[in-house]
Nanobody
Framework: QVQVVESGGGLVQAGGSLRLSCVASGLTFARYAMAWFRQARGKEREFVASINWDGSSTSFTNSAKGRFTISRDNAKNTVLLQMNSLKPEDTAVYYC?????????WGQGTQVTVSS
């Protein structure tokens, strides 16, 4: 049974940092591209960052560039999202996703709240 589980969300002041973790089990993790998406209240889910199977290629939404980094440890089936210089507009539920071609394995999400 495939499971994707996020952790690390919480409440932080603007300018602070959080590190989100995602552990995926029940799949050959090293084959999968991994990504983070987020959904703010009343808005559609949007792409945040992605990383390819071996970590050699990453991609970020414009608002995350220079502030967020994504990394993975295939030995631990883990992908991390380090978020620095957080802004109130980063407040959202953050979802981890795995995919081969398209992202079709999703976690339940973790809430990130950035206070001003």
């Amino acid at each position: 049974q495939v499971q994707v589980v996020e952790s690390g969300g919480g409440l932080v002041q603007a300018g602070g940092s959080l590190r989100l973790s995602c552990v995926a089990s029940g799949l050959t993790f090293a084959r999968y591209a991994m990504a983070w998406f987020r959904q703010a209240r009343g808005k559609e889910r949007e792409f945040v960052a992605s990383i390819n199977w071996d970590g050699s290629s990453t991609s970020f939404t414009n608002s995350a560039k220079g502030r967020f980094t994504i990394s993975r440890d295939n030995a631990k089936n883990t992908v991390l999202l380090q978020m620095n210089s957080l802004k109130p507009e980063d407040t959202a539920v953050y979802y981890c996703a795995a995919g081969l071609g398209r992202y079709d394995l999703w976690g339940q999400g973790t809430q990130v709240t950035v206070s001003s």
